[in-house]
């Protein structure tokens, strides 16, 4: 839903604007120093960005899902670590506290999400448990008017920078599966937790990532999201179903991005006494890119305003998410294909893209997982 045309195309003409102007030109900046630079990190804060999908009530823009998803087809135009680092706050980091959260929960750390002020972060995985999400082992043990938590969460975005943490946490031992899980708001202060060394990635280097680890860590009950028990992981679905469709949109702006700089030096680079986008077998990688790109855009938007009409878009979360995400490599692949020996180098953006999207058939649920719930709410679906 598109609640305003003139308002959102300001604000995409805005975000448009920052990407190709101060983003692209320090892309091998944050590549080569794993850092964003400070300023932009403001111009970011500024921009709304770390607030697109908190409601305006919460000091956010309050994006339509429609809305956001073409915000996000722009911001991915550029090296997806710049998204990553307010990416949480619009998604995972917050969107817990947002869909079951009290209004009390609320009120105390949406606005300072939004405004970019602290960096929220999700920890569900854990070292033995990454797609069994259902079967994690951190525990959160009642005692008087507070919860001791226990266990170590890995690979968790943007822990290094965060001021505070969606822990999922079981709080019934006799429950093996889901329904003894409960998700806590945890500030990063709290004593009881301690990080892990930055994690050594493949690529979106300047996005980190590192184990956070609760030792004898002393909430207050109050904390648990929603104050009920038991709920932590139908919030943990929740939130990714609304993840998936934005890392989706993410897949199509990035893959726009790579298509055309693989158009540009296809029409630049000579062979054969000939630009070598005049070769049909070259022709052939751009249109099946261009029309996969299309494919995903079309999915994401329908599935962004489905969720808008407030219809269950898990199945099409997860049909994004597996098409894009894959769409994504191939293009990646292709960009790299069509650049030649050039591509394998790391003065082209072409091999740094290849590395950086690999994540996206992996987080927030592996193309497997994907499968799955697709195939799961077909069968349901059909039992009735
Ligand atoms: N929205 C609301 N509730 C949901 C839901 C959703 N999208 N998906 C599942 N649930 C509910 C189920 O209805 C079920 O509730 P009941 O017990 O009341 O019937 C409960 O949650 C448990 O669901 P299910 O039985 O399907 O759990 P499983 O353990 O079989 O796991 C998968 C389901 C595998 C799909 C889940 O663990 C998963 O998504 N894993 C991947 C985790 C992931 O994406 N990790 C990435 C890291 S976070 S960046």
């Not at 009390?104 to 995985?125: C, D, H, Y």
Request: glycine content about 10%; proline content about 3%; hydrophobic content about 40%.
């Amino acid at each position: 839903m598109i609640r305003d045309q003139e308002t959102l195309n300001i604000l995409l003409d805005s975000i448009r604007r920052f990407v190709r102007e101060q983003l692209v030109p320090h892309e091998q900046l944050v590549a080569d120093t794993d850092e964003i630079p400070p300023t932009l990190v403001a111009q970011m804060r500024e921009l709304g960005l770390f607030g697109l999908s908190i409601p305006e009530a919460y000091g956010g823009l309050g994006l339509t899902m429609e809305e956001e998803v073409l915000a996000a087809f722009e911001i991915a135009r550029t090296s997806p670590a710049f998204r990553s680092l307010f990416g949480t706050n619009n998604g995972i980091g917050s969107q817990g506290i947002l869909i079951d959260g009290t209004e009390e929960q609320k009120n105390a750390w949406l606005p300072r999400m939004a405004s970019g002020e602290i960096v929220g972060a999700f920890a569900l995985t854990e070292p033995g448990h990454g797609s069994d999400a259902g079967a994690l082992e951190t525990t959160a043990v009642r005692d008087g008017d507070h919860y001791i938590i226990n266990g170590t969460k890995r690979y968790i975005t943007n822990a290094p920078e965060a001021g505070v943490f969606t822990v999922m946490a079981r709080t019934d031992s006799s429950r093996k599966g889901p329904s003894g899980v409960s998700a806590f708001i945890v500030e990063r202060d709290t004593p009881g937790i301690s990080l892990g060394k930055t994690d050594k990635k493949m690529g979106q280097r300047g996005a980190h990532t590192c184990d956070v680890i609760f030792e004898n860590c002393r909430v207050p009950a109050a904390s648990i999201i929603g104050g009920k028990e038991g709920q932590g992981f139908k919030t943990a679905m929740k939130v990714l179903d609304k993840g998936r469709l934005h890392i989706s949109a993410i897949c199509v702006g990035v893959a726009e991005r790579m298509l055309d700089d693989a158009l540009r030096y296809a029409m630049e680079r000579q062979q054969f006494g000939q630009p070598i986008a005049e070769f049909q077998l070259i022709q052939a990688m751009l249109a099946d890119s261009k029309a996969e790109i299309y494919a995903a855009r079309s999915m994401v938007l329908d599935a962004a305003r489905r969720r808008d009409n407030h219809e269950d878009i898990s199945t099409e979360a997860s049909c994004c998410k597996l098409f894009a995400s894959e769409m994504c490599g191939r293009v990646a692949d292709r960009s790299v294909q069509i650049h030649g020996g050039a591509g394998y180098m790391s003065d082209y953006a072409a091999e740094r893209f290849y590395r950086d999207v690999r994540l996206f058939r992996i987080y927030e649920g592996t193309s497997q997982i994907q499968q799955l719930v697709i195939a799961r709410n077909m069968i349901k679906a059909a039992e009735g």
